[in-house]
Each structure stands twice: as structure tokens, then as C-alpha cells.
């Protein structure tokens, strides 16, 4: 019978770092107070005892050195082994992640702690100071409760940071196009109403008109044909059409002063190019994002329908390695998609479910909770059927669907494999309704990684998506082509 215990969050690799030091004043703890200038050091061992009071270390590299330096002669004055010492910290801004790097490359435990929590180990609640805060990081490396390895490393940590910097980019791109509904509808009323203008808005032409000398005077007084050229040049159906529209309601709107127009006009232009520069800006994002994931099991996440790239990479790049996370229960909770329970009373007392918390990672839950909408509406029909049951039962239907996609994705992630009907999951299925499965469902999983421009890359043979390919093509003589 596995033995359980009630120590379930701590830290393996503080644990194993304990055992092997076989007393606890045999091993050292580090905890520091992370800053922009200097941090604040503080050596104590296992038992809490101060072995060197607070002092500073420059956050560089010279300040690393000499940090490296006092521990070393500590721990030869006390007779403690340098594999028995190591560092801690509360999870911090960009500007210590430098220093907690170059530690790690020299092989030095280096444990991050939440600092909500480190809050709550301090001895005074009312103050705030430096030595008060060290204290709490270090009770709290001393309880073993830490993150001794980050959760994105490698592929993920460069995945993530793309995921993250797009996701601030869209940001940007939509405070920009509020921007630009505000001076359109003063320069020009119900231009970006595609019912009134015909034109769809912030489409190619769209933006063509409005980034050079915008007015509803300027449409209204062009040449027909000209006008016709231009929205052809830019992808705009039926131009001939769409031009004469746009003419005749110039005269059914208000238009500005004279007086202010080429004030708005001005403003305008600015505004659409950054728009541009910005939506320029997030397709290459997308692209290096599509290659990035295809080296990554997260790559079969797009073979659910009505998950795209983006969507897939945004929960691969917040999980990280399927194969070093932990329970599901706890990415979920981690998620914040499950809601709290409090229960008393005996076992007599009831159970209250209350809303989710909103300690989480935000990110994560914005992309799973996305991920579960976009199932319930365009999802494969048994996943559909589950999103329409739920909310017929009064659940949280898109939190429901969301729950049952991260299982799913776990799945998909640690067995690689691609998603699969429930009918045809079974192995004595034949073979000729899977592989007729596979070459329905093929276009459309190619044509997710083709606009992204990564198809080549993702389904190379060194590839996961393309072992796969092969391995299909093989089993069931079926071909799959680019």
C-alpha cells in the first residue's frame, strides 16, 4: 500500500537536499531579497539558526562572484558541503531572473517562493522592511515549500515568451483600433460599419482609405473609376460596386468643421500605421510561435477541431513539459477553472461551492476558458453536445468544456497522439472508418499550420506532426498529402 502524506506541496529537491545532509545544521540555507541595485543575503542553517547576518550583493555579475565567494569559506569554516547548500527567493520581476540564471548554470539549487505566502510566514504583518521579508522567504525554504526548477525551460520558456509578447501586441492592437473608431466617427460616421459603408472594416482597403487623406469630402469628390482601382488593388470584392455604395452614403452623414479636418486626418494616419506596423508585427510573432510549437507535443492539440495554433500554444507555453507537471487536478486548480469548497460541521455539515478564486494563472485560464468556448461552438459534435448539455443543466458550460479540454490535452500531450472520436477509439474499430477519419479531418489540420506560413516545418519527418504523417500513411495505406 502507497504511503500518503500530508506534506503534499513540498519541495522534492529541498527534501532529497535535507536526507542527503543527513542533519539539518549540516546544510544551508540561502534566502535573498531580491532588488533592481542589491539584494539582501542571509545565511542560516537547517535549524533557522543566523549564520551571517543580512548584508548586500550587487545584483551583477561581480556581485554573484563574491556571493558564490562568502558561501564557499562559510561553508568551510562550519564543515557544511557546497551540495548541501542552497538558495532561495520570492518569484520575482525580469530583473533578478539574470542572477537566478547564472546561479543555476553553476549547478547551485535555487528555489523560488511565492510571495503572497512568504507574506504570511513574517513575524510582524503591520511592517514591511527588507530584514522582515527575508525572514519570511527564508521559514518558508526552511518548511521545504519552493519551486526549486522554473516551469518553462528551453523550448517552452522561448514559447511562452512569444506567447506572452503576442498576446501584449493584440493588446496594443485593439487600444489602437478604439483609437481609430473614435476619430472615424467624427471624420467620417459609420465608415467602419460595413452595413452602411459595404465595406468591411479594417480590412485592406479599409485601412487603404482611411491612411491617406480621409474624409467623407475627399470619397465624395474622387473619381468613381479611381476610387473602383484603388479597393481592387486591395483584395476588395465586387470594387465596382463597393465604390459607388461608399459615394452615395457620403451624402446621408455628418461631416466635421472644415476647420478641424486636417487635424483628424493627420491623427487618423498615424493611427493606421501603427495598426498596421502592429498587425505586421503579430503575423510574424504567429509564425515563429507555429514552428516553436510544432517541436513541442503541444503540436497535436490542433488536431482537436476548433483549436487553432494560437489558441494550442498559448496553454502548451503555460503548462510547459506534460511530462514534468504534476496531477491534473492541480493544472486545473492552477488554472483557477474549478470552484472552491468549504465544508464543516461534521460529516453531517454541507458542502458550499463558491465562485473560482482568483488566485491563478490568469493567463492560462484566459486560454483554456477560450479553448473550452471555441470546443462548445465549433468542436467536434459529442464535445458540442457536452457544451449545449451543460448549459441546459444551469453549469458553467465554457468551465465545464474547459476542464474536460485539459484532460484531454494532458492525454493528447504525454501519449502523442492526435484527437480521436470516442466510436473510434475502440480497437476493434476497423481500421477503415479510422483512416477515412484521418483523411477527412486532414485538410483541415493542414490548412491551420498553412496560414500560419510553418506547414514545411511542422510536418518535417524529424518532426512529432510528421512522424505521425509517416506512421499513418504506413498503417493504414492512406496518403496525406502537403
Not at 100 to 114: H, K, M, P, T, Y
Not at 217 to 243: F, G, K, P, Y
Request: aromatic letters at 8%; charged letters at 25%.
Amino acid at each position: 500500500m502507497k504511503k500518503q502524506n500530508i506534506y503534499r506541496n513540498q519541495s522534492q529537491e529541498i527534501l532529497s537536499l535535507f536526507e542527503s545532509a543527513g542533519e539539518r545544521n549540516k546544510a544551508m540555507c540561502i534566502p535573498m531579497d531580491y532588488a533592481k541595485k542589491d539584494h539582501v543575503v542571509m545565511f542560516c542553517n537547517g535549524n533557522g539558526d543566523i549564520l551571517r547576518k543580512p548584508f548586500s550583493v550587487k545584483n551583477s555579475l561581480e556581485g554573484k562572484n563574491y556571493l558564490v565567494d562568502q558561501v564557499k569559506k562559510s561553508c568551510q569554516h562550519r564543515g557544511i558541503k557546497l551540495q548541501h547548500v542552497f538558495f532561495g527567493g520570492e518569484d520575482c520581476g525580469s530583473y533578478a531572473d539574470n542572477f537566478i540564471s547564472a546561479l543555476r548554470s553553476d549547478s547551485w539549487v535555487v528555489a523560488g517562493v511565492n510571495a503572497c505566502d512568504a507574506k504570511k510566514h513574517r513575524d510582524n504583518k503591520q511592517a514591511s522592511t527588507d530584514i522582515l521579508d527575508l525572514l519570511g522567504i527564508c521559514k518558508m525554504l526552511l518548511s521545504c515549500k519552493g519551486n526549486c526548477s522554473p516551469a518553462q525551460t528551453g523550448i517552452y520558456w522561448n514559447l511562452r515568451m512569444l506567447v506572452r509578447q503576442r498576446r501584449k501586441l493584440v493588446q496594443m492592437a485593439t487600444g489602437v483600433k478604439r483609437r481609430i473608431h473614435f476619430l472615424v466617427d467624427q471624420i467620417f460616421p459609420g465608415f467602419l460599419d460595413e452595413k452602411k459603408s459595404g465595406i468591411f472594416p479594417f480590412s485592406k482597403g479599409s485601412l487603404a482609405l482611411m491612411g491617406n487623406r480621409f474624409s467623407v469630402h475627399q470619397i465624395r469628390q474622387r473619381s468613381r473609376s479611381t476610387l473602383s482601382r484603388l479597393l481592387a488593388r486591395n483584395l476588395v470584392h465586387h470594387a465596382d460596386h463597393c465604390a459607388e455604395h461608399l459615394q452615395k452614403y457620403t451624402s446621408q452623414v455628418l461631416q466635421p468643421p472644415a476647420k478641424y479636418i486636417a487635424t483628424l486626418q493627420l491623427a487618423l494616419q498615424q493611427q493606421v500605421k501603427l495598426y498596421i506596423c502592429l498587425q505586421e508585427n503579430i503575423q510574424q510573432l504567429e509564425k515563429e510561435i507555429a514552428e516553436h510549437l510544432a517541436q513541442t507535443p503541444g503540436a497535436f492539440l490542433t488536431s482537436i477541431r476548433g483549436i487553432g495554433i494560437v489558441l494550442a500554444a498559448g496553454v502548451c507555453a503555460e503548462i510547459g513539459d506534460p511530462d514534468k507537471q504534476k496531477s491534473l487536478s492541480q493544472i486545473v486548480s492552477y488554472a483557477g477553472i474549478v470552484p472552491r469548497i468549504k465544508q464543516t460541521g461534521g460529516v453531517q455539515g454541507k458542502t458550499q461551492v463558491k465562485k473560482v478564486g482568483k488566485r491563478c494563472n490568469r493567463i492560462l485560464k484566459d486560454y483554456v476558458v477560450r479553448s473550452g468556448y471555441h470546443i462548445g461552438i465549433n468542436g467536434p459534435e459529442e464535445l458540442k453536445l457536452d457544451h449545449k448539455r451543460r448549459g441546459a443543466q444551469g453549469q458553467h458550460a465554457d468551465f465545464g468544456m474547459s476542464r474536460r479540454y485539459l484532460r484531454m490535452a494532458m492525454c493528447l500531450m504525454r501519449t502523442s497522439q492526435t484527437y480521436l472520436p470516442k466510436n473510434l477509439r475502440d480497437t476493434r474499430i476497423p481500421m477503415e472508418e479510422r483512416a477515412q477519419y484521418y483523411v477527412l479531418t486532414w485538410s483541415t489540420l493542414r490548412d491551420k499550420w498553412k496560414k500560419k506560413g510553418a506547414l514545411e516545418f511542422a510536418f518535417d519527418k524529424d518532426r512529432l506532426l510528421g512522424q505521425w504523417r509517416n506512421v499513418v500513411q504506413d498503417l493504414y495505406g492512406i496518403e496525406l498529402e502537403l
